[in-house]
């Protein structure tokens, strides 16, 4: 499920915002490590800074200090020590986001949300980002609906395609910011399933924020962060080891 | 190209502002150069609805009505050329009109041949037209001006530079700018106009060429040979030459070549401000394709092909509109002309005002960062 060697290491990353009396810091010296075929959690308050860390680790916002180090194509690299266009590509080759609202384009459909990453990233030609699309839509139990529009879907369907989006390109990495809040638990379970699928399965890294407690029993390790400061919750570690993942054809 | 048009059919409410800014300011260009068109042909008529293809006038003459005399010995000029047909004499200027009851207004004198092969004669004047014109000051009018010039139709009579005039024939459609047209004799015309024609003068020599294909030759030839006591043009050229000159000349071409910039100005605006709100609307959803590392060049480009399809559907719009407009504006006695050319330049330049709004409109874009997804 896991290998030992960490993917990702985010390396006493701090970072603050305002000045004077006004200012926060959301991150103190965080340090946590993250590997491949896991599925992750960062809990916390509300306001505790998960999604800024998500957001420093995933390349989106730089951090006042610290490292975030990612395993490129077998090298160890500072993703801040990058140019912008070399973490666009870098994101580009390896990221996959999810975000707490769907944020389909309502005027495309669900294959083409997915072939949209394709042909605007990589260039793919149509025919093919098609059947690559068709493909991911079968296994999220979606391939029937490819022809839908996001006005034409239920919730769990939408959060279905955008985590069809994030997971199009293959990447080693996922990054998803509250997916299961806008749905009822029972899409979120098919959600938070799949995510685990896709990590198991794919050998991807997926790094979860929520404050959902439910979700717990599916990952492999939780972090918790509170004031600043994050802790590995080793009670949850693989506490849903024991158990398969599902198949990615769940039931729509 | 097919996501941002599927878009536009998708959201088409969101885009219409967009569209239909475009078709106003479509619209807007190609009726205001239309009515200009139209409005100046008329200082051409007399060119444009004759048969000479050789007009020989004074030097450097600027427009058909602004002719000044030019010796009757000319003739020989042109009847020596081979090729050439018996040339004639024709005479335009303005004078002062008389009416009835008292007061005056301008008028325009055309006098001209009145055979059957006549090069001067208007085409609106018939064979039983020009019989009429035969009588001595016989005059004749078009219709639309009897109000103007006092009178209320054939058998009235007046005076031009204190002469007497009788009307005996109407014609329709033939406006004039500056003064009513008032078509007579060769004859008649001499003794009209004799204030400001010497005798054994005309405004105009007129010619037809044998072989149409030789017109230009033989003008450029007549150039060479008599280059500074006489000025010779094509009617084709002399027609364009007198229509620029009142456009030019006159503040009427600037007036109405500023209200279409203004036009466009504004469809330029309504049309940015589109774009930018439709791309807005869809901020988050393009910031997950930043954060996914599409590159953002790529949006931009989505946004331009967007502004490309609203320029071409809204000149879709803009060219139905300006020709049914034209129409409602004929039926009120307005000329407006759309020649394929200008509707040509109007596309053009309605559908580079699209792409220069969504350049504008780009700035929406920048605004985008994936981190906001996560605030």
Known sequence: MSEDKPTMRGIHVSKSFGDGTGRTTPLRDVTLELHRGQLAVLMGPSGSGKSTLLAILSGLLEPDAGQVLVMDDGVERNIWNMTRAEREDYRLRQAGFIFQGYNLFPSLTARQQLEIVLRWGVGTPVREARKRADEILSLLGLGNKGHMFPAQMSGGEKQRVAIGRALIKNPKFCFADEPTSALDWAYGEQVIELLRAAAHERGATILVVSHDNRILPYVDVSYHLNEGRLVMDEATTGSHAGIEAESWRSTP | MGYALQTLFHERQRYLPGVLAVAFSGVLIALQCGLLIGLFSITSL???????????????????????????????????????????????????????????????????????????????????????????????????????????????????????VRIVGLVKDVKSLA????????????????????????????????????????????????????????SEKFSIRSRMHWLTKTKAGVALGYAALLGLLVGMVVTSQTLYAATMASAREYAILLALGIPRWRVSWAVLVQSFWVGLFGIVVSIPTS?????????????????????????????????????WALRSVRQIEPVNLLR
């Open chain 2, 179 to 234: 003064g009513p047209y008032v078509f007579c004799s060769l004859e008649t015309s001499r003794n009209l106009i004799a204030i400001v024609l010497p005798k054994h003068h005309s405004t105009y020599i007129l010619a037809k060429c044998k072989n149409p294909a030789d017109v230009e030759r033989i003008a450029s030839e007549l150039r060479e040979l008599y280059p500074d006591d006489m000025s010779v043009f094509t």
């Open chain 2, 46 to 164: 007399p060119i444009d609805h004759t048969r000479a293809d050789l007009w020989v006038g004074s030097p450097q003459v600027l427009s058909v009505d602004l002719g000044r005399p030019v010796p009757e010995k000319f003739l020989s000029r042109l009847a020596s050329i081979p090729g050439v047909e018996p040339p004639e004499f024709y005479n335009q200027a303005f004078a002062n009109w008389t009416k009835p009851n008292g007061g005056s207004d301008l008028c325009m004198v055309v006098g001209s041949r009145l055979e059957e092969d006549a090069l001067g004669a208007v085409s609106e004047l018939t064979p039983e037209l020009r019989e009429k014109l035969t009588e001595p000051n016989g005059i004749i009018i078009d219709e639309s001006e009897l109000d103007r010039l006092g009178v209320k139709g054939v058998g009235d009579t007046a005076e031009i530079n204190k002469q007497k």
């Open chain 2, 323 to 359: 020709f049914a407009l034209g129409e409602l504006a004929s039926l009120g006695g307005i000329k407006v002309r759309l020649p394929e050319w200008l509707l040509g330049g109007t596309a053009i330049i309605t559908l580079g005002m699209a792409v220069l709004s969504g350049l």
